[in-house]
């Protein structure tokens, strides 16, 4: 879900939201669902991105808000850490 990760990055949050959920109706995995909740959190959507994280964790019970850096590779440690911060604040496990 590398587009919908860089729309995050970008701070363009509905964007990065439109085009994670077209993902999720081909493929829902701990990326798409990931990029889903950032964008939806960020985009003032909490109640999306908490429906997003029951799925995430059904899906993979042991994802954690930390493991952000490992399944969203992005260079720009502030990136890195928005990513983190984003998915802690719609209700992911530290």
């Known amino acids: 879900m590398p587009i919908a990760t860089a729309f995050f990055v ?16 081909f493929m829902k995995d701990a990326h798409s669902l990931g990029a889903y909740i950032m964008n ?7 109640v ?3 429906e997003a994280v029951a799925q995430l964790l059904k899906l993979q019970p042991d994802f954690r808000a930390s493991h952000a850096q490992e399944a969203f590779p992005i ?5 890195r850490d ?13």
Request: charged share 25%.
């Open 82 to 94: 928005r990513m983190a911060a984003a998915l802690r604040d719609a209700g992911v496990p530290e």
């Open 75 to 79: 260079c720009l440690s502030e990136a």
């Open 48 to 50: 999306e991105a908490s």
């Open 10 to 25: 970008l701070g363009r949050y509905e964007e990065g939201r439109s085009l994670a959920m077209k993902s999720i109706q």
């Open 40 to 46: 939806s959190v960020s985009a003032g959507r909490p």
